[in-house]
């Protein structure tokens, strides 16, 4: 007998249409996610194991998240240890999630052991790892333990996860209301004012529910004058201004640091061709604060502003502002900052090169007793200083020398411009010596929650 096999022709593809593909363990698992089955979860890992496959470091990763969604913290803190046996070291993405699931879950000794675990390892922490965490904490009563996690969070945690300092403190401050003694709101209120910004919204209100509930305090809304005065208690706030050796120091660091940069030597060379200049103008930020477009009209005027009130100002932009009219707003642009250019008020970086570099090193230059014309916060700089015991000098130079030019088109194809003055006072959260009166920043910039001792109001 004479056995024959016939082969079903393939079916041919659809123009315009691809095969689906199968979904990946990881596709599978982040539906698990969103349908928070985490038995169907567990059932995708396990499957991966019995073909043989080595499940990857991101499939624990979204396991690690399905865990949290259910109640059993022995599931959750197994995964560290299935992650090893798969090959994978720990890192820092399964201990944040184990961390913060187990204090979601309540489980507070687990959390704070996976925490002293991930650190004896060495695995660098972020924001995210300590957030949940204090907030547990504080929400269990816990307040001196939340107290000192919020100071290790700000003295280990990468500047730019600072900004979670604020979610995190504002519930400690909050979990003291209900409690006696002034302790933990003064660590946590320390912390604030080394992170040497106005608070948030959540962190002003926990800070005036603490005052207001506690005897022998005065707490009203206020404003500070030119001078740097409370209107409301008449304290003096912190001077803006670093000790003289203390900028000189940190002047000294700078120019080291800075001067390793491979593009500084032609901006040197050319910023000693200057003489001497007091005004150092972030040309790309003042020029694009309209539609996206570069507006020469707002460089001008913000240097027509200072050379009126007697200054010399230098201007860092990129090449592209002169040569290439397609990124200005109006058709006028180009000449505009050609003319500053030929000039001598304007340096041009390449398109590619890193500007904040220029910008702190032509005040570091000078003397560093500059006018620093930028809308950006400078909290966001990329330029990161490398010796630590000067980050914060650091940041109050930037706060005090930094000044802001705000425009706005009024009318037709008129800009107007607003300078907003450098303050003479620091603008965070202080305790003042003598009266021992707190001051805190809203976020404004303009208004202050004044704290006073009621033995020191008169009358």
């Known amino acids: 007998t004479t056995s024959t096999s016939t082969t079903t022709p393939a079916t041919p593809a659809t123009p315009g249409k691809r095969r689906a593909m199968a979904p990946t363990p990881e596709n599978m698992l982040d539906d698990c996610c969103k349908e928070r089955d985490v038995d169907r979860g567990a059932a995708v890992l396990r499957s991966v194991r019995e073909s043989g496959a080595v499940p990857s470091r991101v499939l624990f990763h ?66 995210r790892t300590y957030t949940r965490l204090i907030k547990a904490l504080a929400a269990h009563g816990q307040l001196d333990q939340a107290a000192e996690l919020l100071e290790e969070m700000f003295l280990i945690v990468p500047l730019t996860d600072r900004l979670q300092l604020h979610d995190a403190a504002a519930s400690v401050l909050a979990g003291c209301a209900s409690q006696p003694g002034d302790s933990v709101p003064r660590r946590v209120l320390h912390v604030l004012r080394q992170h040497g910004e106005p608070v948030s919204k959540d962190v002003l209100r926990a800070a005036e529910d603490w005052f207001t509930s506690q005897s022998g305090w005065d707490v009203t809304s206020s404003t500070v004058t030119v001078q740097g005065y409370c209107r409301a208690c ?59 477009m570069f507006d020469a009209r707002a460089v001008r005027d913000v240097v027509a502003h200072f050379e009126n009130q007697g200054h010399r100002v230098i201007v860092l932009a990129r090449k592209h502002v002169v040569h290439n009219a397609k990124n200005h707003l109006i058709p006028d642009g180009t000449r505009i900052m050609r003319s500053m250019f030929r000039d001598g008020k304007v340096y041009l970086t ?24 930028t809308n950006d916060e400078l909290r966001d700089h990329r330029f990161r200083l490398s010796a630590s015991e000067y980050v914060q000098d650091f940041q109050k130079w930037q706060r005090g020398h930094h000044v802001r030019a705000l425009h706005q088109v009024v009318g037709r194809g008129t800009v107007k411009l607003t300078v907003q003055p450098r303050r003479v006072y620091d603008s965070i ?23 006073l001792p009621t033995s020191n109001v008169a009358g």
Not at 89 to 106: N, R
Not at 276 to 283: E, F, H, P
Request: glycine share 8%; charged share 25%.
């Open 62 to 127: 979204r396991y690690a998240f399905l865990l949290t969604l259910q109640p059993d913290v022995g599931r959750l803190t197994a995964v560290v240890g299935e992650m090893e046996a798969a090959g994978h070291v720990p890192d820092e993405t399964v201990y944040s999630t184990v961390v913060s699931g187990c204090a979601t879950l309540g489980d507070l000794p687990a959390a704070l052991k996976a925490l002293k675990e991930m650190k004896d390892r060495g695995i660098a922490t972020r924001g």
């Open 234 to 292: 008449g304290s003096k706030l912190d001077s803006i201004e670093l000790l003289p050796e203390r900028q000189a120091a940190l002047a000294r660091v700078l120019s080291e640091q800075l001067s390793k940069s491979p593009f500084i030597a032609d901006f040197d060379r050319w910023l000693t061709s200057q003489g001497k200049y007091t005004v150092v103008v972030d040309g790309l930020n003042v020029g694009y604060f309209a539609k996206k």
């Open 350 to 373: 390449d398109n590619d090169e890193e500007d904040d570099i220029f910008f702190l090193y032509a005040a570091v230059k000078n003397g560093m007793n500059v006018h620093l014309v």
């Open 429 to 451: 959260v202080q305790e003042d010596r003598d009266t021992h009166a707190w001051h805190i920043p809203f976020a404004d910039g303009h208004s202050w929650l004044c704290c």
